[in-house]
Nanobody
């Protein structure tokens, strides 16, 4: 599955952005769709995921209550609504897809398709 992420940009602290991840050439056939982020000098970290098998969403503690992942199968697109953004949210955000098992949802290695990243910068 070919994925393309978009929607990043520069925003002030407290602001909002919505990221999009579109699948091309075939429907979103993967069970799990996730967002990861990587800040300069830091390891890539899990942000959020949605699993089609149980229609549930999962979040990192650092974003729970501020970010919302949603999935529009008709548009082959997954969204990440990010509210109350803070400077520590600054990173390159990437979307990923995979048919992984529930316990591996937060692990990047369990996803086999990746989109290019989109930069999110939050100023203080």
């Amino acid at each position: 599955v070919q994925l393309q992420a978009s929607g990043g940009g520069l925003v002030q602290a407290g602001g909002s952005l919505r990221l999009s991840c579109a699948a091309f050439q075939r429907p979103f056939s993967r069970n799990a769709i996730a967002w990861f982020r990587q800040a300069p000098g830091k390891e890539r970290e899990f942000v959020a995921a949605h699993r089609r098998s149980n229609d549930r969403s999962y979040y990192a503690d650092s974003v729970r209550g501020r970010f919302t992942i949603s999935r529009d199968n008709a548009k082959n697109t997954v969204y990440l609504q990010m509210n109350s953004l803070q400077p520590e949210d600054t990173a390159v955000y990437s979307c990923a897809a995979g048919n992984n098992i529930l316990s591996t949802t937060p692990y990047a290695s369990s996803y086999d398709s990746w989109g290019q990243g989109t930069q999110v910068t939050v100023s203080s």
